[in-house]
């Protein structure tokens, strides 16, 4: 399968602390993989170094081929590539949700107001949000905030979609919802790189998981192997915490 992201040798260093130690793993096309691991293990770093919303301490990031973190890279157009998801949404409170999901289209993209705007429907009714285009954030729950920040994200046309834990800020009953969308993006074929806590939904969607503790990957493979069947110690721990 032809890699779209490769991480080789990645450390995260915050003054001390060293929050990711030797990582390496990649990403191929039209591949799901879900990071999975305790709070505080290195995921969510992991994922905005990736965005380099974080910068390495070391390592590299290879992007379709290209070491992006090389001086000559282009960093803000290497970032188009890549649609980002967050736990808390992330949305301008003082635009609706048409909106919302143009401003990065003509800012970044340069397109215009029509085109923009017809790709910001179609992915507002790939995630069930079209009839609310004129809604503001604050009139909105927050599984459909989340959902339009999935939106907002796949108006970019990234190549990769990247999700930091996207239930985690949502009541129970929204995950749901939520879910369902990253389940038919899945389903679709794109590419995602997910951190998540939702170990059923993990072992659905995911090519492979990959479990992460104390800033090391400790064990990856198809969700059959690491969620079923654990070779290492610590994935067991970890699983009998977290799977009922």
């Given at each position: 399968m032809e890699k779209v992201i490769e991480i080789?040798?990645?450390n995260k260093s915050f003054g001390n602390n060293e929050v990711l130690r030797d990582v390496n793993f990649s990403v191929?096309?039209?591949?799901?993989?879900?990071?999975?691991?305790?709070?505080?293990?290195g995921k969510s770093t992991l994922l905005r170094c990736i965005n380099l919303l974080e910068t390495p301490t070391a390592g590299d990031i290879i992007y379709n081929g290209t070491n992006i973190l090389n001086d000559q890279h282009d960093i803000k157009r290497y970032r188009t590539h890549l649609g980002m998801v967050f736990q808390q949404f992330n949305l301008f409170d003082?635009?609706?949700?048409?909106?919302?999901?143009i401003i990065g289209q003509q800012k970044v993209l340069k397109r215009t107001k029509?085109?923009?705007?017809?790709?910001?429907?179609?992915?507002?009714?790939?995630?069930?949000?079209?009839?609310?285009?004129n809604a503001k954030p604050r009139q909105l729950s927050g599984g459909q905030k989340q959902r339009v920040a999935i939106a907002r994200a796949l108006s970019m046309d990234p190549e990769v979609m990247l999700f930091d834990e996207p239930t985690s800020a949502l009541d129970p009953e929204m995950v749901g919802e939520v879910l369902k969308v990253m389940r038919k993006l899945a389903d679709e074929g794109r590419t995602m790189l997910i951190v998540t806590h939702e170990m059923e939904f993990a072992r659905e969607v995911s090519d492979r998981i990959v479990f992460m503790d104390k800033g090391v990957i400790v064990e990856e493979g198809p969700p059959e192997q690491v969620l079923v069947n654990p070779s290492q110690e610590r994935t067991k721990e970890f699983l009998k915490r977290t799977l009922k």
């Open positions: 080789k040798h990645l191929s096309k039209g591949e799901v993989v879900c990071l999975i691991g305790s709070s505080g293990s003082n635009h609706n949700v048409l909106s919302n999901c029509e085109e923009a705007k017809r790709n910001a429907l179609n992915y507002l009714s790939v995630v069930g949000m079209e009839k609310y285009v």
